[in-house]
């Protein structure tokens, strides 16, 4: 990461911020040294302004580059055809073509979107779409009151593609955050192939131990499912290696009871990008750490 650019224009630290439907999870850095990590139980700018700009004056900073982290429930997807426009087009044509799927009024939907797998002619696409306003309020605050640069708006999901070098042989990577469900992807070279939520799955450390194999024995099922899925519809390399970014308090459980289930390796995710960072929470802001990595190049196919 070329931190040096920042301060050649006069940006002096970073600010993370993952945003949620119910809080707003900030990470501050300077260099390469996380200062601070505080919680704010607010979405809104106007509301995480003062804890913000607090959190700013403690360390003596004034010129952040920020960039914004959205979780999956502050955005809305779907995924369609591609329209048979010009590159620069699709975005506008998307806008009409999702008014039935998502429920974000035309005039306030910030859309953005990517390409998905295909097996066949059709090309379709993955539409992300999120409210403008909120966003705009957001860039408003940043740039107007503190005082610094908006540099990127990222979804969880495509940020944990940086984790993954783009040489990498296939691989399944099951993350879960706290009170939410695991989430399964499947990346082969920092592409993503498959993003689903595993349902059942949510507060895995806090099930009673006699519920949990039951429960693993489930998740194997759903990950044998997107395995064969991977290999036989979308006609990729089968995948070696399957990696867990779960709860610390059932991560060696899982592990040993898939390795019995399934015919790949399951390891815990190990990664550059958590390294050093000595917070419990460190699954919990993975993706919010993962967008300090800067790719080669990220793409997704679904």
């Not at 999956?72 to 590159?87: F, G, I, N, R, T």
């Not at 070279?189 to 689903?196: A, E, N």
């Not at 779960?246 to 009871?257: G, S």
Request: net charge negative; proline share 5%.
């Amino acid at each position: 990461m070329d931190v040096s650019r920042w301060f050649k224009s006069g940006l002096d630290c970073q600010l993370l911020i993952g945003l949620s439907a119910a809080q707003t999870t900030v990470l501050l850095f300077k260099d390469e040294q996380c200062l601070e990590q505080i919680v704010i139980p607010e979405r809104l700018a106007s509301a995480c302004f003062d804890a913000l700009h607090a959190l700013l004056n403690q360390h003596n900073l004034k010129h952040p580059a920020v960039t914004l982290v959205l979780a999956d429930d502050c955005y809305q997807h779907a995924e369609l055809d591609k329209p048979s426009v010009p590159d620069e087009e699709v975005a506008a044509a998307l806008q009409w073509s999702v008014k039935e799927l998502i429920s974000i009024e035309p005039d306030n939907m910030q859309l953005d979107y990517y390409d998905v797998a295909s097996t066949g002619s059709r090309q379709q696409v993955r539409v992300i779409a999120a409210e403008r306003q909120w966003l705009s309020d957001w860039g408003h605050m940043v740039v107007s009151q503190l005082r610094g640069e908006l540099h990127k708006v990222l979804i969880e999901e495509l940020c944990l593609l940086n984790l993954f070098d783009e040489a990498d042989v296939p691989t399944m990577l099951l993350w879960q955050k706290q009170g939410g469900e695991v989430q399964l992807l499947l990346v082969h070279k920092q592409h993503l192939y498959l993003s689903r939520s595993l349902r059942g799955s949510a507060n895995l450390e806090s099930m009673a131990s006699e519920l949990l194999p039951s429960i693993i024995d489930s998740l194997s099922l759903e990950v044998q499912r997107a395995l064969d899925y991977f290999e036989s519809n979308l006609r990729q390399p089968p995948v070696k290696i399957v990696k867990l970014a779960l709860p610390e308090a059932v991560r060696q459980l899982v592990q040993m009871q898939m390795q019995a289930n399934l015919a790949v390796d399951v390891e815990p995710l190990e990664t550059q990008a958590i390294s050093g960072f000595s917070s419990p929470d460190d699954i919990a802001v993975l993706p919010i750490l993962a967008a300090r990595v800067e790719p080669a190049e990220v793409a997704a196919e679904a």
